[in-house]
């Protein structure tokens, strides 16, 4: 999968399948995005391989007080990465991908704040915060993430 920003200096390729993705409806991502929720593709950051340009990071604080770095093009500055406080794992903002179809929502997380007028489809699990990865995400995800914090 490869995707880039909007004035195409910058561009990525994605070399594995993603761990897990999540559509994320809390009101960070709400702020951040400007929309109604964030598609997130959890993958190895040295599984991004960045083939033009050069992201820069900008330190986002968060509601609860933590510091969300969020890489974006230095040139039209949207946003395509982001991690949250483990640099292992990058959260490529799926709709920065050529195709976006391409993943669909593993997962929808912080219900809570979702939109009313936001349906989440039958059958995708959904939680009010977050879950717990042991029980959700593949063996197969779990172990890289392992492998990524080792
Ligand atoms: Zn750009
Ligand atoms: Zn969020």
Not at 87 to 99: H, K, S
Request: net charge negative; glycine share 6%; hydrophobic share 40%.
């Amino acid at each position: 999968m490869e995707g880039g920003c909007s004035c195409g200096a910058v561009r990525y390729r994605l070399a594995d399948e993603p761990l897990f993705v999540n559509c994320c409806h809390c009101l960070n991502c709400q702020r951040q995005t400007g929309s109604a929720f964030v598609i997130n593709v959890l993958i190895e950051s040295d599984r991004v391989e960045v083939v033009a340009g050069e992201p820069v990071s900008v330190d986002v604080p968060r509601d609860d007080g933590t510091v969300q770095r969020i890489y974006r093009c230095s040139n039209c500055q949207v946003a395509l990465f982001s991690d949250y406080t483990r640099p292992e794992i990058w959260f490529v903002r799926a709709g920065t991908l050529d195709e976006p179809a391409s993943v669909a929502p593993d997962a929808h997380i912080y219900t809570r704040s979702k939109l009313p007028w936001v349906t989440i489809p039958e059958g995708v699990p959904a939680f009010d915060v977050y879950y717990d990865s042991k029980t959700l995400w593949p063996p197969a995800s779990l172990a890289r993430l392992r492998a990524a914090f080792a």
